[in-house]
């Protein structure tokens, strides 16, 4: 049963382009969350998304940022006109609903020049 | 209101002891509780989790306790190890609400030879 797959695990932007990251969560699972952690801090919340659907976006900014997850394929959380305090690590967690275990992906590590 | 995690706080530990971890939660509603480990470079992993029905809950060589009076949840670390040596963050959450899982400051901690 493969767990949670981020990709990119690394990803280096300049400033201005947009980033894109890629989300698949456990088999079975319709729930994601995304999560912000800067160098030596906790995880932040960012946004939370049901298949087709945003249930809470309150933790993510309101410009550049969006996050879709489609009824097929990977959630992706984009940024778009990348500034250097996008650096960051992002994971996202999938959980099935049921249960309240959360289980999180490897992350994928924004640095943008 | 929610947790905010910042610069992490620390402990170390000579191997062999016992660790305790501490954590303060905010948000009285809240009535399942996890503990994470957050090794360096990789995501949180599931150690331990417990609900508000509960006070304690043992695990392998872990021990999760529970205050709800004062709303203060701790991790117990028996015969601490080298491999134990990560960053621990607790989490918090609603059960059956679309809250998101909250997580609280983490606790950067190092185990000594």
């Known amino acids: 049963n493969a767990g949670v797959m981020q990709n990119p695990r690394h990803l280096v932007r300049r400033r201005g382009q947009e980033a894109r990251l890629r989300c698949s969560p456990m088999k079975g699972h319709s729930h994601v969350y995304w999560y912000r952690q800067l160098p030596e801090e906790g995880l932040k919340f960012m946004v939370y998304?049901?298949?087709?659907?945003?249930?809470?976006e309150s933790g993510m900014p309101k410009e550049r940022f969006s996050a879709e997850f489609p009824k097929e394929g990977p959630s992706i959380l984009r940024i778009q006109q990348v500034v250097r305090g996008d650096s960051a690590a992002y994971f996202c967690?999938?959980?099935?609903?049921?249960?309240?275990?959360?289980?999180f992906g490897q992350g994928t590590r924004l640095t943008v020049v | 209101g929610e947790s905010v995690g910042l610069h992490l706080p620390t402990l170390s530990v000579q191997e062999g002891d016992n660790s305790i971890i501490n954590c303060a939660y905010s948000?009285?509603?809240?009535?399942?509780f996890i503990w994470y480990k957050q090794e360096s470079g990789k995501g949180p992993q599931f150690i331990i989790d417990i609900r508000s029905n509960m006070d304690k809950r043992q695990g392998q060589r872990v021990t999760v306790l529970l205050n709800k009076t004062v709303k203060h949840l701790s991790l117990q670390i028996a015969a601490t190890q080298p491999g134990d040596s990560a960053v621990y963050f607790c989490?918090?959450?609603?059960?059956?609400?679309?809250?998101?899982?909250?997580f609280g400051s983490g606790t950067q901690l190092t185990v000594l030879p």
């Open positions: 948000n009285s509603a809240s009535d399942y």
């Open positions: 989490a918090e959450k609603q059960s059956g609400s679309a809250r998101q899982l909250t």
């Open positions: 998304l049901q298949k087709e659907n945003i249930i809470d």
């Open positions: 967690a999938s959980y099935g609903g049921l249960s309240a275990e959360a289980f």
